[in-house]
C-alpha cells in the first residue's frame, strides 16, 4: 500500500520531472523521476544505505518483475535526497521512470546490560 504526500497535479508544477512522491507501508520513501539515468548521480556498483532486500527495493519502486532492475545509490545528494539513497530503474532503453528510494535505517535494539558494559578490546 503506498500513502501518497503529493498529488501528480502539484508535483508538476514543482518540478515536471518528477512522477509522484509515496511512502510505502514499509517506511520506504519513493519517489518516482522521468529523467534520463545520466542526470543523476548514482553508482550502481554501491549498495543503499539502510535496511533492504532486492525485492523489496524492486517493489517499492513499482517493478513487480525483478528481472532487468537494476539497483545503485546516490553518490552525492540529488535533489532532495540524502547521498546514499537506493537509485532503482530497469536495464532497458524503454525504462519508465527511475526511482530514488530512502530506505528506513537499520537499527538494532540493546539490553542495559549490554549498553552499559565496557570492554577490553
Avoid: K
Avoid at 40 to 59: K, M, N, Q, V
Avoid at 85 to 107: Q, S
Amino acid at each position: 500500500m503506498l500513502l501518497p504526500i503529493r498529488t501528480a497535479a502539484a508535483l508538476n508544477c514543482i518540478d515536471p520531472t518528477r512522477v509522484e512522491t509515496c511512502i510505502t507501508a514499509s517506511g520506504y520513501r519513493v519517489t518516482r523521476y522521468h529523467l534520463p539515468l545520466e542526470s543523476i548521480p548514482a553508482d550502481f556498483f554501491a549498495d543503499p544505505d539502510g535496511s533492504w532486500t532486492h525485492a523489496e527495493l524492486a517493489r517499492a519502486a513499482g517493478f513487480e518483475n525483478l528481472e532487468g532492475v537494476a539497483i545503485g545509490a546516490l553518490r552525492t545528494s540529488f535533489r532532495d535526497h540524502p547521498d546514499g539513497a537506493a537509485v532503482v530503474t530497469l536495464n532497458a532503453e524503454a525504462r519508465p521512470y527511475v526511482a530514488i528510494v530512502e530506505c528506513p535505517i537499520a537499527y538494532a535494539l540493546v539490553s542495559d546490560q549490554e549498553r552499559l558494559g565496557c570492554s577490553a578490546a
